[in-house]
């Protein structure tokens, strides 16, 4: 069976995609075996697996080049689970390809329209794919929302301008977030600290992964 992909991507930067990208994986690895696959030139999710005194619950491989969907298959396909941590950029064979290889695409978003609007490409740049992968699935995931409050009316008007739905489950500003990426770990070994943080991944693994 081929490796099941999800490519976690936005155009903007700072909307926490490595964030999602090293956690979700985590949590997939208590599951089956997984391999985050860094795509950024920036290099983030090995610059967090690098940080911590022990090693990284998945491995973090780098790609670079050139490279199509039956190669990711068969140069990974000791893993049920890859997650593409993808560069903050459309305009790149990298993303392209990412977004042509993957079975789920997540889109993490800011709260906050100004920040939405910012990614309304990537919906168009979603349309175009599914002519040539019309099997991919792609949701948008409410990242650092803070605690205790809602999306405003201003929000749920700027979502509406994208053809991809949102997922019920929105991910929390957490200072475990943050504390597992100091410690390059992942908020799964962070034991109480990271307990609700835990809750929401695992929410969006039950809520869209085939497990």
């Known amino acids: 069976m081929a490796p099941y992909i ?52 998945t491995p ?48 993490p978003v800011l709260p906050s329209p100004i920040d939405l609007w910012a990614s309304i490409r990537l919906s168009q740049e979603i349309e175009k794919t599914r002519e040539i992968n019309p099997n991919i699935q792609a949701f948008l995931v409410i990242n650092q929302l803070e605690a205790n409050s809602a999306l405003s009316s201003a929000m749920y008007d700027a979502l509406k301008e994208f053809n991809i739905p949102v997922l019920n489950t929105m991910i929390r500003r957490r200072a475990a977030y943050r504390s597992a990426a100091l410690e390059g770990v992942s908020v799964y070994q962070m034991k109480g600290l990271g307990k609700r943080a835990v809750e929401e991944i695992e929410a969006i693994i039950n809520e869209v992964i085939p497990l």
């Open 6 to 57: 999800i490519a976690i991507i936005n155009q903007k930067g700072g909307a926490g995609k490595t964030t999602l990208a090293m956690n979700l994986a985590a949590g997939l690895s208590q599951r089956a075996k997984t391999i985050v696959i860094d795509l950024d030139p920036q290099g983030s999710s090995l610059q967090w697996a690098d940080m911590g005194k022990e090693v990284f619950s």
């Open 60 to 107: 973090v491989e780098a790609l670079a080049g050139n490279w199509s969907t039956l190669d990711l298959q068969h140069k990974y396909q000791v893993y049920q689970y890859i997650v593409l941590d993808c560069p903050p950029s459309l305009d790149s064979h990298t993303s392209t390809q990412a977004l042509l290889a993957c079975d789920l695409a997540l889109i």
